[in-house]
């Protein structure tokens, strides 16, 4: 039972260049969720799933995309990179509407 | 929306001294408050959690209080030791159908030999 995992670890993106944050959990969670944090600040919500093919908006979303086609996985799209989106990106899933789990996250850096 | 203020920022405590951490919430529906302690280069990880029926709940050596009135709660560390060091984040939800945290900027603790 790995619980959350992410990847890539760490990546460093160009300004308007493209990538996907993979996450998977192995705990059959309904719910799942992606924050980012800033630099001495708390998390924010950028996505969140219910289920697999429901999807929503956090408190950040602008600039990212997701997709849920399977209980398992939960990817965060970035189309066009801007270094606001320098971050560090967690991803977490939940049984239920409470108790979350988050894995070890994606440091990414936008020059 | 919820905001969720948190203090303090920093905080060194001896070992075998009490820590404290206070929050405030904004939102009266928030329901679910989560503590989670993230170690460097970690993801958080849930320590304790109180929900709004519950004024008080402990594990341990760790407690939450919740005053729904006045809408704080705080976390409580007794004995600490060298290993609870690292940040902790309060966090507040309306549970309906999904958690959506909002966090606290987060305490660092440091705890001195």
């Known amino acids: 039972n790995a619980g959350v995992t992410q990847t890539p670890k760490f990546r460093i993106l160009k300004i308007g260049q493209s990538m996907t944050l993979q996450c998977t959990q192995d705990?059959?969670?309904?719910?799942m969720y992606w924050y980012r944090q800033d630099p001495g600040m708390g998390l924010k919500l950028i996505y969140y799933s219910v289920g697999a093919g429901i999807t929503d908006k956090g408190e950040v979303p602008n600039g990212y995309n997701v997709s849920r086609s399977t209980t398992e996985d939960f990817p965060l799209r970035l189309e066009l990179a801007a270094p606001s989106q320098t971050s560090v990106y967690f991803c977490?899933?939940?049984?239920?509407?409470?108790?979350?789990?988050f894995g070890p996250g994606t440091r990414l850096l936008v020059l | 929306g919820e905001n969720v203020e948190q203090h303090p920022s920093t905080l060194s405590v001896q070992e075998g001294d009490s820590a404290v951490i206070k929050c405030t919430y904004s939102d009266s529906a928030s329901n679910y408050f989560p503590w989670y302690k993230q170690e460097l280069g970690k993801g958080p990880q849930l320590i304790i959690d109180i929900r709004s029926n519950v004024g008080e709940k402990k594990d341990q050596r760790i407690a939450v209080t919740l005053n729904k009135t006045a809408k704080h709660f705080s976390l409580h560390i007794t004995e600490t030791q060298p290993e609870d060091s690292a940040v902790y984040f309060c966090a507040a939800a309306f549970t309906d159908t999904a958690s959506k945290l909002t966090f606290g900027t987060g305490t660092r603790l440091q705890v001195t030999l």
């Open positions: 977490a899933s939940s049984y239920g509407p409470e108790t979350q789990y």
């Open positions: 705990m059959n969670h309904n719910y």
